[in-house]
Structure formats: C-alpha cells, structure tokens
C-alpha cells in the first residue's frame, strides 16, 4: 500500500512541479510586485505567493484531506486531515528569481505519517527536476533524459568543494561571513549560489562534496534531504543532531563527519 502511494504522491509532485514551472517562467511579470519579509532584503514577490496557490490548489483538487506547510503561510489543516503533508517552498532563491538569475527552484517535499517519502526539486531555467521516493533511489531529469544520482565518495575537507548561504539579517551574516573567512582557506573552495533545495541536489549530484548553513527551515529541505539520502548521501544537523535545528549539513557518506566536527568547531567561535 504505501509503494503504490507514495508512487502516486510521487507522479502528482511531478505533474505539478511541471505545471508551476510553466507559471513562473511564462508569467514573470518584468515588473515583480514584491514585499519585506523579516528584512528589507528578505523579499516574497507576488509569483511566490502565486506559485504557492497554484501548488496547493492542485493538491486539494486530488487530495483535498491533505495538509500543507509552505513558506509563504499555507498552514491551515483540513477538518479530516490525512496522513499525509505537502512541504513546499514555491520559489526557493527567490531574490534570484527576481533578478532573473537561473539558479532558483520549486521545493516539493511530501511527508507520510510524518516521515519524508517523496521529494522533487525542480529547476526550470537549468532544464533539471531532481527526485526521489524512499527506498526508490533518486534521479535527475535533464531535459527529459533520467539519470540516477550518486553522491562522490572520498574527499578530504582540505579537497572538498563546499557549498553554504547566507540570512537575511545583518547580525547573521556578520557571523556567517567570519566562519566562511576560515571555511574558504580550509576547503578547496566555497560556492554560494542562493537556493538550499538546489544546494542539496548539487551535494547527490555529485557536483558538490558538501553543503552547510545555518537558518534553514523545512520547506528549504524536506525535498532536498530525501534527495541525498536516497543518492547514498547524509544529511543532519550538527554534532549527530537531526535536520530541522538551527544547522543543516549535506555531504557525502565519507565526508559527513569531518564537516560536522569542523563547522561544530566554527560555530561555537563565531555562533
Ligand atoms: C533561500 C535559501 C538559501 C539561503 C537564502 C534564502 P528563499 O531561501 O534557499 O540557501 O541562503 O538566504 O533563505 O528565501 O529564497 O526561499
């Protein structure tokens, strides 16, 4: 029963990462409507919330005991909820999105009984939607070629090519930028590309060894988590914490722990 549901969760997830890439590519508006969140920098435009709509509305046309937590506020449980939650972030990079740069995607994450079980990550502008159901492995689709994606394996922190974001506020980045000053001379290098879910895709792709950043919330990486895990990768919080605390860790199986214990050391210096 549950394979055939999640299997069914999972072409759904699909179908309507597809029908919202339509949306947000063929209806960008040149001039956004946008508003502040937590900073002034911290933006949600009218596309997001748009988006966000169109995600739900086709879930409750299928699905309609079904629950939601999105990022831009749908929250509201149904009377007769069913096992089931949609965890969505409709435009992750979404200051990206609105300066037209491609590395943006819709975040797809879909919970059974609480534990993630389908994930699709999908990038229009890149031509790629990434996915993965529990225990089914997870792939990419390229220009509608599949892949399966494996994380690298190996790797040293001083060889490893890092990945990690940064908040909106201030504070946060003041902090952020000192342990990447000390990150970037240890690491071959440090790429900031401005989207988690995408970041964490890039980890099972192998096109990153790691992915670190503190402040991300659950629709940045319901979908994308599942996504490493099923391409043989880890994912957690610091020092052998779960997802979900204030950190958030990627990397593959060989390097997970050595990032761990140098960003434990980091945060507690600067954090
Ligand atoms: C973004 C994250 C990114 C982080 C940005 C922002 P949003 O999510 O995906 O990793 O560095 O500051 O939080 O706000 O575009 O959905």
């Known amino acids: 029963m549950t394979e055939s549901l999640n299997q069914s969760l999972l ?36 596309m997001d919330k748009a988006a966000e709509r169109h995600i739900v509305q086709r879930v409750k046309d299928v699905r309609p005991n079904d629950s939601f937590l999105g990022e831009e506020g749908t929250a509201l449980p149904p009377e007769n909820p069913s096992n089931v939650k949609w965890i ?3 435009i992750d990079g979404t200051v990206n999105y609105f300066y037209n740069h491609p590395y943006w995607a819709i975040s797809i994450g879909v919970e059974v009984d609480g ?8 990038a229009p502008l890149l031509h790629e939607t990434f996915y993965a159901i529990k225990g089914g492995g997870a792939f990419v689709l390229h220009d509608g070629v599949k892949k399966k994606l494996q994380t690298n394996s190996g790797a ?7 990945s990690t974001g940064f908040g909106y506020d201030a ?8 342990l990447l000053a000390e990150m970037v001379v240890i690491a071959r290098d440090v790429r900031r590309a401005g989207a988690a879910a995408l970041d964490f895709c890039y980890v099972a792709a192998g096109r990153l060894d790691a992915y670190y950043e503190f402040g ?3 629709w940045d990486f319901a979908a994308g988590s599942l996504i490493v895990t099923e ?15 204030d950190w958030s860790l990627a990397a593959n199986a060989d390097l997970f722990d050595e990032v761990d214990q140098l960003v434990t050391k980091l945060s507690k210096k600067y954090f």
């Open 171 to 178: 504070e946060r980045r003041k902090k952020q930028g000192a």
């Open 216 to 218: 991300l919330y659950p």
């Open 88 to 90: 969505i972030d409709p």
């Open 11 to 46: 072409a759904l997830a699909l179908d309507i990462a597809k029908s919202t890439s339509e949306i947000l590519v063929n209806q960008r508006p040149e001039n956004m409507a946008y508003e502040s969140k937590s900073t002034p920098v911290d933006l949600v435009t009218e």
């Open 231 to 245: 391409a043989g990768g880890r994912v957690g919080g610091l020092a052998g914490d779960k997802l979900g605390g």
């Open 115 to 122: 534990e993630i079980q389908v994930g699709v990550v999908a």
């Open 156 to 162: 040293s922190i001083e060889k490893a090519l890092l």
